[in-house]
């Protein structure tokens, strides 16, 4: 099986531990993600840009996409990955609702939160090229865990705003601590759930950059997050989705937000979905991309 498909079987950090029984649930199995990876693959674009005729997208595709430079900051962020794989520290991770399913802690290691929860370096670096290349003043993130995602954002842009979010007061301090010992200066750490800290940072922004939704993975509160952003974005705005295809609930809520009205392009690259606002796509255009 692709090594990609694999890490949508992953449970993320930033979910709440009484979340851990339903999302078993409502997740794709092994094969299900598999066979929709197969069809996704034979049905989307080479990923060469060859026929796009919009600029903008095979731009995207030439410049961004299949940027092979290997930049020195994908070392600096792999070494602190390296690290903390094989940190045997031990974090408690709160539970944030009430009534918990599960239990009201869930330890884990910091090499095991590295190993299960972090974006893999694939994605990490694309992140990192889509900020480099558009350079957006201002950068939120629903999801910190360590702050390995978070650092190829900063590295990519050192004097961006960048609102990071943690649900998990011990992750938090985690990566405020990695960030510390990177000398990375420009990241702000937002403790909380999303539901009740979101409204909160917004307001802080005078716009929203490029927003990365890696949070609760349903179909609600992935579609009220979206709309709770709408208000802060421009024409030059990007929000990226992770795991667009993780579960029928994340596939109907990619289905609403490629749908909005002031949504004018989307990419789905699969395992992340990208959302633009440009004025330029006097019509809705919908791109599946190999990656």
């Not at 997208?57 to 990955?81: A, G, Q, S």
């Not at 702050?147 to 405020?176: C, D, F, N, W």
């Not at 796509?281 to 190999?290: L, M, S, T």
Request: glycine share 6%; hydrophobic share 40%.
């Amino acid at each position: 099986m692709n090594r990609q498909t694999s890490l949508f079987l992953i449970f993320h950090c930033e979910a709440e531990p009484k979340q851990l029984i339903s999302y078993f649930q409502l997740m794709y199995s092994r094969w299900q993600l598999a066979f929709k990876y197969l069809r996704y693959y034979l049905s989307s674009s080479n990923g060469k840009g060859h026929g796009t005729h919009s600029p903008f997208i095979f731009h995207f595709i030439t410049k961004v996409l299949n940027d092979r430079k290997r930049y020195p900051e994908y070392d600096t962020v792999e070494d602190l990955r390296s690290r903390l794989l094989n940190d045997k520290t031990m974090l408690t991770i709160e539970d944030l609702g009430a009534g918990s399913a599960v239990s009201k802690t869930n330890q884990r290691t910091i090499g095991d939160i590295a190993k299960n929860s972090a974006k893999s370096g694939k994605i990490g670096q694309l992140l990192f090229r889509i900020v480099k290349e558009y350079q957006p003043p201002t950068i939120l993130e629903l999801g910190t865990s360590l702050g390995i995602t978070t650092s190829y954002l900063s590295l990519a842009k050192p004097g961006a705003q960048l609102i990071t979010m943690e649900g998990a007061h011990e992750v938090a301090e985690a990566a405020r601590k990695n960030f510390r010992d990177a000398g990375i200066k420009n990241v702000h750490v937002e403790e909380g759930n999303f539901d009740t800290t979101l409204t909160a940072v917004l307001g802080r922004l005078s716009s929203v950059g490029l927003a990365f939704i890696d949070g609760n993975h349903r179909r609600e509160p992935t579609e009220r997050y979206f709309l709770e952003l709408l208000p802060g974005i421009n024409n030059d705005s990007i929000l990226i989705f992770d795991d667009i295809h993780w579960s029928r609930e994340m596939e109907s809520a990619w289905a609403t937000i490629r749908a909005h009205p002031l949504v004018r392009c989307s990419i789905d690259l699969f395992f992340t979905g990208l959302v633009f606002f440009r004025q330029e796509f006097r019509e809705k255009q919908h791109f599946r991309i190999r990656f």
